[in-house]
């Protein structure tokens, strides 16, 4: 962490002697040679990990791109996973995908938000084998759709279930009682 | 389309058995032709071989399995939307039940991420009383593995012999937290206590009987033959395959490919100790297996390097915002009694961020992304679970084989059933 009372130029340069920041500063460099620089937005890097927006028409693009690329080599799906923000309108759902290049040990993490009435992803089970249980928790927990996914049902909760329990909407107190509030739940 | 995934191929399947059969009651063998009478066999959900609460519905062409379907979620708890309501203490107790075989590291990896997001920076003793206890834990965690694999193909003493020394690195745990399998040993900013004068000679006596007996265990398996014939060529999944899959850990590293979390990214001070990372080479159940026997080496020798250079100082980070304060101070000092209802009540608000931390659990790449807007729990928390990522493999990896090679892959996979639902 850079000291407080260094002055920007001189905290510029020791960001820039941080191996992490560089090959940070490499990769996207190398995402907007093969993307395009407009197809990512909101690029930050929250504790060391490179973290980039883009949207959901291009996220097969990408992450197929991505695996492919001689260069990089990222050749691993770590996880991905789903997220409701309620309060978003247009982007109330979204999905998190963090990626691996084994080969360099480069970690990216890409994000796509969408609407919660359109709630419709391209499926990644074409390019990484790994993804089909992870979209089919997705599906059951935020109830994201994964058209092109070969066996989209419920994975860990019930079938006849008719909600999505992972979305903000769903307390975990249940719901017809008015003496407890969620606020209290595991104190 | 996947062979392992599809209900509807299964269906077809057992349709198209049944539009050849002839047409005799049902109970009759058919006696010209066994190639295509189909049986559904359902491999669990609780059966005392399939060591969790999973079911198998697998497709049998006599003693060959044809495809299967992996049904999970039997012990689904809903840890992540629990999670969201808690504050950061109270979800260590959710991490401990994940890998129950090796709960300490669940909690160090959970502590390791909340740091990260509070930007605490834990004492070098702190570091390395975790990496012992981590890597006790993985001790464990093989050892129950490699343990009821030994059963699994017959031999019961293999078990007895190592399920004692487990035993042994639990009264360890014991000394340590006070608990033996839901340890709950580790506290945001370093650990709950001090290894006790008794815990550092039980560990040390442990570490001095501990190399015979696994030394007997391996002669006892490595080069048997009943055992080889049973698990060589088992289960193989090649080292492409398993990286599409998402393998991690021993499992990985047994297809040949040799990442390890704690050498590519390393964490809690594991570049200070020197150890290699065991490949093999054809991914099957024999691989797995001695993999795991050398980790337990390499394990050993990352606690004897910890130990003889276990640093002096103190055992937690000086964060009075995270770290409970002692009780003695909390009974006569002011801020001590503040900090400690703030902590214990759960208003301690954490910054806004998102963080992904990784350690390398008993199975692979243990990881915990955390998203926080500022407030006192995070706003969502999701496991990486390996058992969840890679059990998805499982139908694959053992269509075209026999049922009792079915049930070595399962045990030599060692999928953990808290961990596969979480």
Not at chain 1, 45 to 53: C, D, K, N, S, V
Request: charged share 25%.
């Amino acid at each position: 962490m850079a000291d407080q009372n260094e002055s920007p130029a001189a905290q510029e340069a020791a960001a820039a002697q941080d191996p992490a920041t560089q090959k940070n500063a490499q990769l996207l460099a190398l995402l907007h040679r093969l993307f395009g620089a407009d197809t990512f937005t909101d690029v930050e890097e929250p504790y060391g990990l490179l973290t980039a927006t883009t949207t959901r028409e291009r996220i097969h693009d990408i992450i197929a791109g991505l695996q492919q690329d001689q260069e990089l080599q990222v050749n691993f799906l770590t996880t991905m996973c789903g997220m409701h923000f309620p309060d978003k309108e247009g982007q109330e759902l979204g999905m998190v995908y963090h990626l691996h290049s084994l080969v360099h040990n480069v970690r990216l993490r890409l994000k796509i938000f969408f609407p919660i009435n359109d709630p419709v992803v391209p499926t990644m089970t074409d390019l990484y084998s790994t993804a089909n249980w992870m979209e089919r928790e997705a599906y059951d927990f935020f109830g994201i759709q994964f058209p092109g996914h070969p066996n989209l049902i419920r994975i860990l909760n019930v079938e006849d279930m008719d909600y999505h329990p992972m979305r903000k909407e769903y307390a975990l107190e249940d719901g017809t009682r008015e003496d407890k509030t969620d606020l209290f739940f595991g104190r | 389309m996947a062979v392992n995934d599809t209900l509807e191929g299964t269906r077809k399947i057992v349709e198209e058995a049944e539009v050849q059969r002839p047409n005799l009651h049902p109970l009759a063998p058919s006696v010209n032709d066994f190639n295509q009478e189909l049986t559904t066999l359902n491999l669990g959900p609780t059966h005392p071989a399939t060591h969790g609460i999973f079911q198998n519905i697998l497709q049998m062409d006599g003693e060959r399995i044809v495809s299967g379907v992996p049904t999970i979620g039997y012990i689904h708890r809903a840890f992540e939307k629990i999670a969201e309501r808690r504050p950061f203490y109270q979800i260590t107790p959710l991490t401990d039940r994940m890998n129950y075989c090796s709960s300490p590291i669940n909690n160090m990896g959970w502590h390791m991420t909340v740091e990260k997001l509070l930007g605490v920076e834990v004492p070098k003793r702190a570091q390395y009383m975790r990496v012992i206890l981590m890597e006790l834990a993985r001790i464990s965690d093989h050892l129950i593995c490699n343990g009821i694999l030994g059963v699994d193909t017959g031999a019961f003493t293999g078990f007895l012999y190592l399920m004692d020394e487990r035993e042994k690195i639990y009264e360890i745990y014991e000394e340590v937290s006070g608990a033996r399998l839901t340890t709950n040993m580790g506290r945001v900013g370093g650990m709950e206590r001090d290894f006790t004068d008794v815990a550092i000679e039980k560990l040390r006596t442990w570490l001095k009987t501990f190399p015979a007996v696994m030394s007997e265990f391996e002669k006892m398996f490595n080069r048997n033959r009943i055992f080889m014939d049973r698990v060589v060529d088992v289960g193989a999944i090649s080292a492409e395959r398993a990286l599409n899959y998402g393998f991690t850990g021993p499992n990985l590293r047994a297809a040949g490919v040799d990442y390890d979390v704690r050498v590519m990214n390393p964490y809690s001070s594991y570049q200070d100790f020197e150890f290699e990372i065991p490949v093999g080479t054809k991914g099957d159940t024999y691989d797995r297996f001695m993999v795991r026997n050398e980790e337990i080496w390499q394990s050993l020798r990352i606690i004897n390097q910890a130990l003889e250079n276990l640093p002096q100082g103190p055992y937690h980070a000086d964060a009075p915002h995270y770290y409970l304060p002692p009780k003695q101070a909390v009974y006569k000092n002011m801020e001590a009694l503040i900090y400690h209802f703030k902590i214990v009540m759960g208003e301690i608000e954490a910054p806004v961020g998102e963080v992904y931390h990784s350690v390398e659990g008993g199975n692979g790449e243990l990881g915990f992304y955390l998203v926080s807007d500022g407030g006192r729990t995070p706003y969502r928390l999701h496991f990486r679970r390996p058992c969840f990522i890679y059990y998805q493999a499982y139908t694959e990896m053992v269509t075209g084989q026999t049922l009792s090679d079915a049930i070595v892959t399962l045990s030599s996979m060692n999928v953990i059933a808290g961990e596969l639902d979480a």
